[in-house]
């Protein structure tokens, strides 16, 4: 393991890497730094902030997501998914897993497309389409959807319900607003599963995570 990745004490999350995930996951990062510099996949630059803001960030929710999605291959949406995040860490380290990448702006579908094939990650699918076409044509589809800095919360609900499975659930990650973008949400038509704060080691930030499932079902 890197030493950058030490310091930022990515072990303190128990997550049980093994030396090919930490080498996917450096490969993940060095590969979006280099077409970053061409492409501005993400506004945030250098390595160490790379690690912390987009890595570290998303992979602490596993251990929650794991702790929900307990058949051995759930399907799972990550709504404009830009640069990867969370979806393309959560792929390396949860292989079983089967992760479709939405996302509408070309250059990065064509930077997730790479990056896939770079680190054979044949469990994921990449859409280059807007969320809403790929409701209209996957209804029903996914046991979770899941999103890092999309869109507000109500915005994002809205978006997945009819991408969902019965009993399918939305995980939110959201930062110290989630409160306030929590008021515009209709809870006759959520159940709050989990509500969870994050710990990243090294970063002081507020993050929390949302699991949330419908209590209605779209019209046929």
């Not at 699918?125 to 969320?131: A, G, K």
Request: glycine share 6%.
């Amino acid at each position: 393991m890197s030493n950058e990745l030490v310091s930022l004490g990515i072990e303190g999350l128990g997550l049980n890497l093994n030396p090919k995930n930490i080498a996917d996951l450096e490969l993940f990062l060095q590969e979006m730094g280099r077409w970053n510099q061409v492409h501005n996949l993400t506004a945030i630059e250098g390595e160490k902030n790379s690690v912390r803001l987009h890595l570290i960030d998303s992979i602490t929710v596993l251990p929650m997501m794991r702790q929900f999605l307990t058949s051995p291959s759930p399907s799972i949406a990550d709504l404009g998914s830009g640069g990867g995040l969370p979806a393309i860490p959560i792929a390396i380290l949860q292989t079983g897993w089967n992760l479709t990448l939405i996302e509408a702006v070309r250059k990065k579908t064509a930077f997730l497309q790479h990056i896939r094939g770079k680190l054979n990650l044949k469990n994921i699918q990449v859409l280059s389409e807007r969320v809403e076409a790929v409701a209209k044509n996957q209804p029903g589809q996914f046991d979770a959807v899941i999103s890092r800095a999309f869109t507000n919360l109500a915005h994002f609900l809205e978006l997945s319900l009819p991408l969902l499975k019965p009993n399918g659930l939305v995980f939110a990650m959201k930062a110290k607003r989630a409160d306030e973008e929590l008021q515009d949400v209709c809870m006759n038509d959520w159940r709050m599963v989990a509500d969870e704060t994050l710990h990243i080691p090294n970063l002081e930030v507020e993050r929390r995570l949302l699991v949330l499932s419908p209590m209605r079902k779209l019209p046929l």
